[in-house]
């Protein structure tokens, strides 16, 4: 081995590339001194010295890193390590519109004589996640390999990297950017948290429709990265959860249309950067550890605001606890119903409402003051939204989430989560014993009772210790949670977690026996009025105006044009596909997405991931093409149908309000079965 | 006069052009000139003062104000000046009289050069109140490790409020921690004074004295420092307990009534393990999860416990932490914890046993577990390694050290291992970490070695020691610390106490060296290395096997006395391990004489290699086979 001379005319060119595309990293690498040497082996490849040891002849047996990167070629030829593979949507994931397509593709697909194989038959990936540059050996011999539209690079130790300028191709690879920055990206972390959240935010950003046979590789072995790499494995779901879909986008958005056009009784809620509330908040969630905490609620109902979320607005009055904010999410009438069925019992008068813009038309009635956020990433959004700071941005997946991100949003810098378990201790035992999902057997007193049907099948780690039991729902809101924490770090907030549920990074773990929360200098009461009053009264946002100003179906008729363009240009590769038609669904990348992007590409997205996943298993081989022309004609079909669709929506969005039957149609919408409104 | 006159205007000029530049230093240098021109000069005083409040030091800035004021009190920028500054550390009354002033006063001649065009006037000046932020820094400081930091925050809280009793004893930690005893002396005794009836100075006061090598003082004040103790559940006082191990024979019956008093009195009764079910998790409470001395027999040992949690206590995070992290099964931040919510997680868990680390200051912690589930809580090691830790239900014990834990736990408490402990050296790489050739053959001479922890180095140890260079004319013994500077306090006692024994002449200090992980220049020339007594090397024992230095020491009456005994045994070099002050100068003088010393140096890297202390799966088979069979026995 000579030690090589680290000035050289590639390390050069790299430098100038990195200095171009990913300029933090130069400036990085430029000043860096190694701790370890780049060494040349007889057969001119490199090793990374350290102390006598080697990066890849660990063994001294003169073994080297292009030899390494082989044999994990040929490894992975015949074996599915490394290889996240998608499970098919079932009929219950899917939306009306892609289920009827996916259904005639794979009907017309066996008539034909296709059956489809367990795993792809091919090694391409969309995406290829490298754990570890190393000197690039493992990436080249990848890249051929599996050849890949995203990559993402993670590595650990900025020696390798360093040393690389000198042995990899990195003005070749660096110059995809050019053409679209997710192509490449490259992350230098120590830490295997950041790293996976990182790779799956990479994939999530990049395509999430492509998860499918997704290539993680080691270039060498590192107990951080293995870790990074079980935990994206493990996580890799939540690359393409909440996606949404068409009928449920156009039902928020006549929710939407009720709640703002219509109405003029609300205020707009409005991030409150650089006030302190004043007092401490309760997040107030109905998991079933709410049970051990309502007595710590109750005694502490006036030094803290309260604000329940969702359904613990009946654990909660139930034990005579009125909150001050009751959070409502979700679009649809079964929230709503819970809460017309309690307000039969109970009096809601005192507390303020603070639901999404697309909550259900008749929440707002129940209540005595009204505010309203913008739900970010939804058609509605984009139509309504008059700016980031009235929106929430981790809204989402559940009502939970939604209520820490308000009090975030609010000021509040002391933060108690009571009841927001999302799991249980028990698979079997979901939800306080006070909430509405166990009124069952007591409606004489209270008919609020709802069913639960999710299932805890996932077992995560408790914010006390132990198991906790989750699904991947809940899992995807504690997501939400740490994120909307972490982003909101600068405030100097605080976040405690008293629930027995699952851990949440950067909620610190508080029995709540042993909180003290100091009386308050003046009333509660007017401190919370104030905090409503900083919200702006609806008047001030035109929302009428822009409604009607504005050519919502013909922007959707020009996108539509610009998809089925996609489809009719055929690409021989299942993944050309899926990049072309994520490049036109995903133009966050350098401009937020219009209207119509976010309406159509949720029902679009999952439709897509279904094409990929069967036209990659397609058996015989030869039928691939065939399958894959019938699968391009029906997504085409498919956003012809949601133009239909779409139309019909426009035409009768004010007699859908008023007309059940037209309402269930929006949801149950074929071409052949265009409702009347008369029906 | 006129001359002169121009002239201090220039310079003001010039200070306020450094100032707008950036460049403080520069401007304070350009102060300093004038001054030295005319010591009086009050607008120099004054413009030092601006530039120190710039540079984050207020109570400077007051200091250099103060004294222009006092030098010129009939210019109004002065008190103008004095009234800011008061306002941004609080002190609201003396902003008062200062802007008061100010406004009675005529102004300055050259008033424009020397209050800057935005400082706050008058009544404007209450717009900036503010409170000192130095004693926060200082304490986030410390607890990063980063000691220079703190010492210089604290220091400057403490020239804005020089009585304040915490800056103090943080500022004297800090000055411990980097090894300067003598200056952290100095300052607690200045914050005993300040608050005599308050333990936490005189603890800390004890635990210098014991690093300075005054064991009888030392005693007396964590003696002090426990009954100052009123809270049951303080640490403090627990971690005065961890000192007490450190005492000499003499004092050591006195420091273990000390802790039986003080647990009588206020440690609460901890309820009764429980087993619920064989649970093969073991947790791991830990306080100093960084690099520290714990860090080389605890790494090879999480190697392989597969199903370990980490409890981590402490907020400083370093590559050590990062490493537990990345190689525990699950890792568990507790730093900010309260003890129900750490009681309740670890409950929780419900591991089958808890081995609990714990040794340092203020972030050990002793879970009482209020709940349904108690897990057996289990003692193992620490610097020193305390008889009894506070909640302690079974220990990790070996041979060597079973005479103390019979003493102390019940037989069935005892869960005794083939070796106490395993071992990995830090390598970092570096050319002197190879084995050196044999001083004794170089000089003609034997030279032993010892380290110059005054914690260590009793009256009984230093009589040893003499006793040993008696028997071995000729020989001289090195004593080595981790810088090779001696503090003058340190370098005179140790004088002291040799003489008392006449061999002071035949002692050398080791001179200053490049300091290194290992204090490798120390063990690269010494032929032998003489362990201590009653309290034992550690890391320092197996470091020098590793460096081919052979290891004489004397099991001790403590559990902190074993552990050299407990390497020896492990490393297969029982024979070195003596059980009185007879056989270890026997031994040393048999080391010293032995013709094939250089072939023991040169053999003893592969022979610690190949032996029990470094095998670390050897060591975690032998521990689970033990555990299991504990937990399969209900207690």
């Known amino acids: 081995m000579t030690v090589v001379a680290v000035e050289s005319d590639m390390r050069a060119e790299n430098m100038a590339a990195f200095e171009r595309f990913l300029p933090a990293y130069a400036e990085l690498l430029r000043e860096y001194v190694p701790q370890t040497r780049l060494v040349e082996n007889l057969d001119g490849s490199c090793d990374v010295e350290f102390r006598g040891q080697c990066l890849y002849d660990t063994a001294g047996d003169g073994t080297t890193g292009p030899d390494l990167a082989r044999r994990m070629i040929d490894e992975l030829k015949t074996s599915p390590r490394g290889r996240i593979f998608a499970t098919p949507f079932g009929s219950s994931s899917l939306d009306q519109t892609t289920s009827v397509y996916i259904t005639q593709l794979l009907k017309q697909g066996v008539d034909d004589g296709v059956t489809f194989l367990r795993v792809p038959n091919g090694h391409e990936a969309y995406h290829l996640i490298v754990m570890g540059m190393g000197l690039g050996y493992h990436l080249a011999e990848a890249l051929k390999f599996c050849e890949p539209f995203s990559i993402c690079i993670v590595e650990p130790n900025l020696d390798f990297l360093y040393h690389s300028l000198s042995t990899f191709d990195w003005v070749s690879l660096l110059e995809r950017r050019k053409e679209w920055p997710w192509s490449v990206s490259l992350l230098q972390s120590d830490n295997a948290a950041e790293m996976s959240e990182r790779m799956r935010g990479h994939c999530r950003n990049a395509n999430p429709s492509a998860v499918d046979s997704t290539l993680t590789i080691a270039s060498y072995p590192n107990d951080i990265m293995s870790a990074a790499q079980k935990t994206f494995a493990k996580d890799a779901h939540l690359i393409h959860s909440g996606l949404g879909f068409f009928s449920d986008e156009l039902e928020m958005v006549r929710a939407s249309y009720f709640n703002l056009v219509a109405a003029d009784n609300f205020r707009v809620f409005k991030h409150s950067p650089g006030t302190r509330a004043g007092l401490p908040a309760f997040i107030v969630g109905s998991g079933p550890s709410l049970d051990q905490d309502i007595e710590f609620v109750k005694a502490n109902q006036d030094r803290a605001v309260i604000i329940s979320c969702g359904s613990a607005l009946g654990a909660l009055m139930t034990n005579g606890i009125r909150p001050d904010f009751q959070v409502q999410l979700e679009n649809g009438e079964a929230a709503r119903d819970m809460l017309v069925s309690m307000a039969k019992k109970y009096d809601y008068s005192g507390i303020c409402l603070i639901g999404s813009n697309t909550v259900s038309p008749q929440t707002r009635a129940l209540f005595g003051e009204g505010v309203y956020f913008m739900r970010q990433a939804l058609t509605s959004y984009a139509m309504f939204s008059p700016g980031v700071e009235y929106s929430l941005s981790n809204a989402g997946p559940t009502v939970t989430n939604t209520g820490l991100e308000i009090a975030l949003r609010s000021g509040f810098t002391e933060i108690y989560l009571l009841g927001c378990d999302l799991g249980a201790r028990s698979p079997d035992h979901h939800h306080s014993r006070f909430s509405p999902y166990h009124m069952a057997n007591r409606t004489a007193e209270y008919d609020a009772a709802v069913t639960f049907i999710q299932k805890f099948p996932v077992r995560e780690l408790g914010n006390f210790g132990g198991i906790v039991f989750t699904n991947e729902i809940m899992t995807w809101s504690r997501q939400s949670m740490e994120e909307c924490i972490r982003g909101n770090a600068a405030t100097g907030a605080r976040v405690f977690n008293c629930s027995d549920g699952l851990r949440i990074k950067g909620a610190r773990p508080q029995v709540a026996d042993g909180i003290r929360i100091a009386a308050l200098q003046r009333p509660k009461a007017e401190i919370v009025a104030e905090l409503i009053e900083r919200w702006p009264e609806a008047s001030a946002f035109g929302f009428n105006e822009k409604w009607h100003a504005t050519d919502w179906r013909g922007a959707m008729r020009r996108y539509a044009d610009q998809l089925i363009e996609v489809c009719e240009s055929n690409p021989d590769r299942s993944h050309a596909f899926l990049h072309q038609m994520g490049l036109l669904m995903i133009p966050d990348h350098y401009r937020p997405a219009h209207f119509e992007e976010y309406c159509l590409r949720g029902t679009l997205f999952m439709a897509v991931i279904a094409t990929d996943y069967y036209c990659r298993r397609v058996h015989p081989p030869e039928k691939r093409g065939m399958f894959q022309q019938l699968a391009y004609a029906g997504i085409a079909e498919t956003i012809q149908t949601m133009l239909d669709q779409a139309d019909w929506f426009f035409d009768h969005i004010d007699e859908i309000h008023t007309n059940v039957a037209l309402k269930d149609a929006l949801v149950s919408w074929t071409p052949d079965k265009i409702p009347s409104p008369t029906v | 006069m006129d001359a002169r006159q121009d002239s201090l205007t220039d310079s003001l000029k010039e200070i306020n052009r450094r100032v707008a530049d950036g460049d403080l230093k520069g401007a304070m240098d ?139 004893v943080l500022l004297a930690r800090s000055h411990q921690a980097l090894g300067h005893h003598d200056i952290a002396r100095g300052h607690l005794l200045a914050a005993t004074g300040l608050q005599p009836n308050t333990a936490a100075a005189v603890r800390w006061l004890g635990d210098v004295l014991l690093s300075l090598g005054e064991h009888d003082q030392a005693l007396v004040n964590h003696r002090t420092s426990l009954a100052l103790e009123s809270d049951s559940d303080s640490i403090i006082a627990a971690h005065a307990l961890f000192q007490l191990p450190w005492q000499t024979s003499a004092n050591y019956s006195a420091s273990r009534e000390a802790a039986t008093e003080w647990r009588d009195r206020a440690a609460p009764p901890r309820r009764r393990a429980t087993f619920h079910e064989v649970n093969p998790i073991i947790g791991i409470l830990w306080d100093q999860c960084h690099s520290g001395p714990l860090v080389d027999f605890f790494l090879p040992v999480l190697d392989h416990f597969k199903t370990a949690i980490v409890y981590r206590l402490n907020r400083r995070t370093d590559a050590t932490t990062e490493l537990v992290r990345s190689k525990a099964m699950r890792f568990q931040d507790c730093a900010d914890l309260d003890a129900a919510t750490l009681d309740r997680i670890i409950a929780g868990d419900a591991p089958g046993m808890l081995i609990n680390l714990c040794n340092s200051a203020e972030e050990a912690r002793f879970p009482q577990f209020g709940g349904d589930f108690v897990p057996p809580i289990v003692q193992w090691l620490g610097v020193p390694a305390p008889d009894r830790l506070p909640g302690a239900d079974m220990v990790i014990g070996s041979a060597a050290t079973a005479a103390v834990d019979r003493i102390l736990f019940d037989a069935d408490k005892v869960i005794a291992l083939p070796q106490l402990l395993t071992w990995r050296f830090p390598a970092t790489g570096v050319e002197a970490e190879t084995v050196k050739p044999l001083p004794r053959d170089l000089s003609g001479q034997v030279t032993f070695g010892a380290i110059g922890d005054m914690r260590r180095i009793t009256a009984e140890t230093v009589a040893l020691w003499a006793s040993v260079l008696r028997a071995v004319p000729d020989a001289s013994i090195l004593i080595g610390n981790a810088s090779g500077a001696w503090p003058q306090p340190i370098a005179e006692r140790l004088g002291q106490m040799f003489a008392n024994f006449g061999v002071v002449n035949r002692v050398r200090l080791q001179g200053p060296h490049e300091p290194t992980t290992v204090n490798l220049d120390l063990f690269g020339r010494i032929d032998v290395l003489l362990d201590t007594t009653p309290v034992t090397g550690m890391n320092d024992v197996a470091e020098a096997l590793w460096m081919g230095v052979p290891v004489v020491t004397l099991r001790g009456d403590r559990r902190a006395g074993c552990i050299g005994a407990a390497i020896l045994d492990a490393a297969g070099r029982g024979d070195w391990v003596a059980a009185t002050g007879e056989d270890y100068v026997a031994i040393a003088a048999r080391l010293a004489a032995a013709a094939d010393l250089d072939a023991i140096r040169a053999g003893l890297r592969d022979s610690v290699s190949a032996s029990a202390l470094c095998d670390a799966k050897g060591f975690v088979d032998a521990f689970g086979a033990a555990l299991m069979s504990r937990l399969l026995v209900p207690s």
């Open chain 2, 30 to 168: 350009h102060c300093s000139l004038l001054l030295r021109d005319d010591p009086q000069c009050a607008p120099a005083l004054h413009m030092m003062g601006l530039v120190a409040a710039r540079m984050g030091d207020q109570g400077l800035a007051l200091s250099f104000v103060e004294r222009a004021h006092q030098i010129e009190p009939d210019w109004r920028e002065y008190p103008a000046m004095l009234a800011y500054l008061s306002a941004s550390i609080g002190r609201i009354t003396d902003a008062l009289y200062y802007a008061k002033l100010a406004t009675v006063l005529a102004p300055h001649p050259e008033s424009e050069l020397l209050i800057p065009a935005n400082l706050p006037m008058g009544r404007d000046v209450f717009d900036n109140v503010e409170l000192s932020t130095h004693w926060l820094l200082a304490e986030a400081a410390f607890h990063a490790g980063r000691y220079a930091e703190a010492i210089q925050e604290a220091e400057s809280e403490l020239r804005i409020n020089p009585q304040q009793y915490n800056s103090l």
